[in-house]
């Protein structure tokens, strides 16, 4: 519903310099326009809050410091990382069915997404992912690089030419 309402106000806000956005006058238009971004921020924390919680929630033992080598957390570490992953991957293949038209709207989107996502991973596996990757199976629980979810991240609500030309 976020993105649907988005994309109404976008095509709203699009219409300065036409006689329909002269007619109705730059509040209006400036209105829609900042409609789009609220609808955008409540998409971002509706849809992928949850899943940042995941990473940042407090409660969790945080590392001993020192260095200890028999650190027991490492498996609260993994079923961390394997909770994220899993939640990522259920989102991502929910979105990428999704489309925005407007390349403007979309690279913004898209743009909020990554900014919101990859920074938060990417300081959770700087202090836990090395402890993780001590695991002689930690490739089951290291699913995602930061490079590879700001791709993902980047390639949402594209639309497919496949679709259209069969």
């Known amino acids: 519903s976020y993105l649907f309402m988005m994309n109404n106000h976008c095509h709203f806000s699009q219409l300065k310099g036409t006689k329909l956005g002269d ?3 730059n509040s209006w238009l400036g209105a829609h326009e900042q409609y789009k971004d609220y609808y955008a921020a409540l998409y971002l924390r509706e849809s992928w809050g949850k ?5 940042t929630q407090k409660g969790w033992i945080s590392p001993p410091v020192g260095g200890a080598t028999d650190y027991h957390q490492g498996s609260d570490d993994k079923k961390r ?3 994220f992953n899993e939640a990522f991957d259920e989102r991502y293949k929910k979105h990428s069915n999704w489309i925005i038209s407007d390349d403007c709207l979309r690279q913004k989107v898209c743009q909020l997404l990554v900014q919101a996502v990859v920074p938060v991973y990417k300081s959770y596996m ?9 695991d ?3 490739r089951k ?3 995602h690089t930061t490079q590879s979810l700001e791709k993902m991240l980047s390639s949402l609500f594209q639309p497919q030419l496949s679709k259209y030309c069969s």
């Open 23 to 25: 007619l109705m006058g």
């Open 51 to 55: 899943l940042l919680i995941l990473l």
């Open 81 to 83: 990382l394997k909770a």
């Open 126 to 134: 700087q202090k836990y992912g090395v402890l993780v990757q001590q």
């Open 136 to 138: 002689a199976s930690a």
């Open 141 to 143: 629980y290291v699913k």
